[in-house]
């Protein structure tokens, strides 16, 4: 089986977050189907990071694929246009990498959290208030700003969690949505897992 590398965006500078961000993905790549045949996937910190990583990874000729936020709307079919934008963050495409070794959790994680409102009202508990919550059901379409201001919204009068904050929230929530729902919800979602289906092996749930 080949080993395959995830360098993923996420968990800040602590050691305590690196390790709730990889169990998180690997909980929520296994209920994808990938239980057996998981990636070693590595949590980065900040998005350059994730780059420097994956480059390094890519030009000495590892199996490895980057999966970071795209910040901002994806007007380009090639994710490393995107990156390139002099607007963005300007990553050039490394000389071995392909279109298909770069990824998007959309403009930013929690996009998917939208697609599993049930698992954001089970998880926040009493007090959360749905409907301050992005109303539009195209998540791709949503901005970084009016996710990060309906997720506070929506939990600011919790009776057992504070009001959502980047870290632990995030995590804890990434290991209870369904990925089957963020599918549906996403092109980039669905692009990636089946990307990860086709490098892992074809025996997918």
């Known amino acids: 089986m080949v080993t395959i590398k995830l360098y993923v965006e996420g968990g800040g500078d ?3 977050l690196h390790r709730l961000c990889r169990q998180s993905f690997r909980i929520f790549l296994e209920k994808a189907g990938f239980k057996g ?14 780059y420097d990583h994956f480059k390094t990874s890519n030009e000495s000729g590892e199996t490895s694929l980057l999966l970071i936020d795209s910040e901002d709307f994806v007007a380009s079919d090639s ?5 390139a ?5 300007g990553f050039t495409k ?3 990498a392909t279109d298909e ?15 599993d409102k049930e698992a954001l009202i089970s998880y926040f508990g009493q007090g959360f208030n749905e409907t301050a919550l992005p109303q539009n059901s195209e998540i791709e379409a949503i901005s970084k700003k009016d ?11 919790c009776k057992t969690k504070a009001p959502y904050g980047k870290g632990k929230h995030s995590f804890d929530i990434l ?24 490098i892992a092996g074809n025996d997918r749930i």
């Open 79 to 83: 994710p490393w246009m995107h990156l």
């Open 101 to 115: 070794h770069c990824h998007f959790m959309v403009v930013c994680m929690e996009s998917w959290f939208l697609a």
């Open 37 to 50: 045949r998981m990636p070693r996937i590595v949590a980065c910190g900040g998005r350059l990071a994730a």
């Open 94 to 96: 490394p000389e071995n």
């Open 14 to 16: 602590s050691d305590s």
């Open 175 to 198: 290991l209870k949505i369904d990925p089957g729902k963020v599918c549906k919800a996403s092109f980039w979602a669905k692009r990636f897992l089946e990307t990860l289906d086709a």
């Open 85 to 89: 934008n002099p607007s963005g963050d």
């Open 147 to 157: 996710i990060y201001d309906g997720l506070h919204k929506a939990s600011s009068k």
